[in-house]
């Protein structure tokens, strides 16, 4: 779903109690789709386990005490997703829509196109690289903070744009994905975005960018634990592009 569609509010789990949560806050019923316990603890979207519940998965729900699945829809995720907006056609939702929280999120990114404070805050790289981003060009985010981050503030508007290693966390595939995207695509900006960690462990790919004359960017931002604790992102050489 497109970050500037009025339905959306934002990807959740960077805080205990981010914006985004706001909108389970107030939720009387909440849909998951593709949703894996180990990947996020219920608890944070249904403390109080008192929502109902509908999953949509490939699989037979796991539960627990803060996800007790009223509705187990079992099959293919995007042959039951057209399966439901067939069957709700014509259905309206009456009243006020807005969700608690849904603006909140894009407040601070608009607070970080401002952010002048240097080292660099996250909220302004974040801010900065979308602005120098399309909406059909291509960012790879490595593992660590920086997946934080992005995960958290960048703007997608088209599907496949912001590419992030979730689940298995993989360290290091941002670099040599970006070179396989750039293939892929070869008239759209490509951009990985990596720790100065995951930047090492495939930094030898630069050279077969050049090599074989594939373009793209390497944006490095290093946070360490001092430098984390007060918001910025941080580089020893003070740059954070490459």
Same mark, same amino acid.
């Given at each position: 779903?497109? @970050? /500037? =569609?009025?339905? &959306?509010?934002?990807?959740?789990?960077?805080? %205990? =109690?981010?914006?985004?949560?706001?909108?389970?806050? =107030?939720?009387?019923?909440?849909?998951? *789709?593709?949703?894996?316990?180990? #990947?996020?603890?219920?608890?944070?979207?249904?403390?109080?386990?008192?929502?109902?519940?509908?999953?949509?998965?490939?699989?037979?729900?796991?539960?627990?005490?803060?996800?007790?699945?009223?509705?187990?829809?079992?099959? /293919?995720? &995007?042959? &039951?997703?057209?399966?439901?907006?067939?069957?709700?056609?014509?259905?309206?939702?009456?009243?006020?829509?807005?969700?608690? $929280?849904?603006?909140?999120?894009?407040?601070?990114?608009?607070?970080?196109?401002?952010?002048? %404070?240097?080292?660099?805050?996250?909220?302004?790289?974040?801010?900065?690289? %979308?602005?120098?981003? $399309?909406?059909?060009?291509?960012?790879?985010?490595?593992t660590g903070a920086t997946k934080m981050w992005m995960a958290r503030l960048y703007?997608?508007?088209?599907?496949?744009?912001?590419l992030i290693s979730n689940g298995l966390s993989t360290m290091g595939f941002a670099?040599?994905?970006?070179?396989?995207?750039?293939?892929?695509?070869? @008239?759209?900006?490509?951009?990985?975005?990596?720790? /100065?960690?995951?930047?090492?462990?495939? &930094?030898? #790919?630069? #050279?077969?960018? *050049?090599? #074989?004359?594939?373009?793209?960017?390497?944006?490095?931002?290093?946070?360490?634990?001092?430098?984390?604790?007060?918001?910025?992102?941080?580089?020893?050489?003070?740059?954070?592009?490459?």
């Amino acid at each position: 779903m497109p @970050d /500037d =569609h009025p339905n &959306s509010i934002g990807t959740l789990g960077f805080m %205990r =109690h981010d914006y985004v949560n706001f909108g389970f806050d =107030h939720a009387d019923v909440v849909i998951t *789709v593709g949703y894996e316990l180990q #990947e996020f603890d219920p608890v944070r979207i249904n403390p109080r386990s008192d929502k109902k519940i509908i999953q949509i998965h490939r699989f037979p729900a796991e539960v627990d005490m803060h996800y007790s699945v009223d509705v187990g829809i079992i099959g /293919d995720i &995007s042959a &039951s997703l057209d399966a439901l907006a067939d069957a709700l056609a014509g259905h309206r939702l009456d009243g006020d829509t807005q969700v608690p $929280g849904s603006g909140l999120l894009a407040e601070e990114f608009a607070r970080g196109q401002q952010d002048s %404070r240097f080292p660099l805050a996250p909220q302004r790289v974040v801010a900065d690289t %979308r602005a120098a981003m $399309g909406r059909s060009d291509v960012v790879l985010v490595d593992t660590g903070a920086t997946k934080m981050w992005m995960a958290r503030l960048y703007p997608t508007y088209q599907r496949n744009t912001c590419l992030i290693s979730n689940g298995l966390s993989t360290m290091g595939f941002a670099l040599p994905g970006a070179l396989g995207v750039k293939l892929a695509q070869p @008239d759209s900006k490509v951009l990985a975005v990596v720790g /100065d960690g995951s930047f090492l462990m495939n &930094s030898q #790919e630069i #050279e077969t960018a *050049v090599r #074989e004359r594939i373009p793209l960017v390497v944006l490095i931002g290093k946070t360490a634990a001092t430098a984390s604790s007060n918001g910025r992102w941080t580089s020893n050489s003070g740059r954070t592009t490459t």
